[in-house]
């Protein structure tokens, strides 16, 4: 169930207030890239490797949209906290979301296995074997990103949506449309299984009315990807 708030952003400001968002977070991470880029063309084989970009990138965008969002939806209404869903759920829903988690995963890779599709994605794959700290790798994929895009996607982007025309049933579609148009360096299959998941994930939240059990969730599902990923660069790709 979604909690109503007093004061709401409808389809047009929740556009527009997602359409800035994105936009910082696209000058963030094009900041950091050229950044490393033109420092590597100063100083030679002093390249930062892609994962230590993608890294930086990943902590510094989190850092300015999440403040942007806080800002935006503090402008709209007192209670950001409701409005974004920052909540605990309960236990036992939880429980059931990560269990459906695993069951869809479980699915997914089996259905990408009977299609003859690649154990490991490529992208994946060369951020692991580029990772000079991997510690920091893990962090950026298993906790930020989970965080970043729960709090703009599930919470931000899902709630003004749900509130306007759309209403619930729209803001679950038009939401993990979105989210799976910003993963385009997968190939299509795995951007369709991406749009699956922004559905379990705009469930999980319009059931529990918490975004903290989508990061849950979401960690859980990038944490099975680099272990899948860890163990084709380490016993199979050998």
């Given amino acids: 169930m979604i909690r109503q708030t007093d004061h ?14 994105l936009f910082f977070f696209i000058l963030v991470q094009d900041s950091v890239s050229s950044h490393y880029v033109d420092t ?11 994962a230590w970009v993608v890294s930086i ?3 510094a965008s989190f850092l300015v949209c999440s403040t942007l969002i806080f800002a935006l939806v503090r402008f709209g209404t007192k209670d950001f906290l409701q409005y974004l869903a920052i909540k605990a759920s309960s236990a036992p829903d939880l429980v059931k979301w990560l269990a ?47 965080l970043f895009e729960e709090l703009f996607f599930r919470g931000y982007l899902f709630h003004g949506f749900s509130r306007s025309f759309l209403r619930p ?10 989210w799976g148009m910003v993963h385009p360096q997968y190939e299509l299959y795995l951007v369709a299984i991406i749009f699956c998941q922004g559905i379990m994930l705009c469930l999980a939240r319009m059931h529990t009315n918490s975004i903290l059990t989508c990061v849950l969730m979401h960690a859980l599902i990038n944490t099975t990807v680099v272990l899948k990923t860890i163990y084709y660069v380490e016993f199979v790709a050998v």
Avoid at 169 to 177: K, N, P, Y
């Fill in 8 to 21: 709401y952003f409808g389809f047009i400001g929740t556009l527009l207030g997602g359409a800035l968002i």
């Fill in 40 to 50: 590597a063309k100063l100083a030679v084989g002093n390249k930062a490797s892609d």
């Fill in 57 to 59: 990138a990943t902590f």
């Fill in 100 to 146: 459906a988690t695993a069951l869809f995963l479980v699915v997914s890779h089996s259905l990408m296995y009977a299609m003859d599709k690649p154990f490991a994605d490529e992208y994946a794959v060369s951020l692991y074997t580029s990772a000079d700290a991997l510690w920091l790798l893990l962090i950026a994929v298993i906790v930020i990103a989970p």
């Fill in 169 to 178: 049933a729209g803001a679950v579609i038009l939401t993990s449309l979105l």
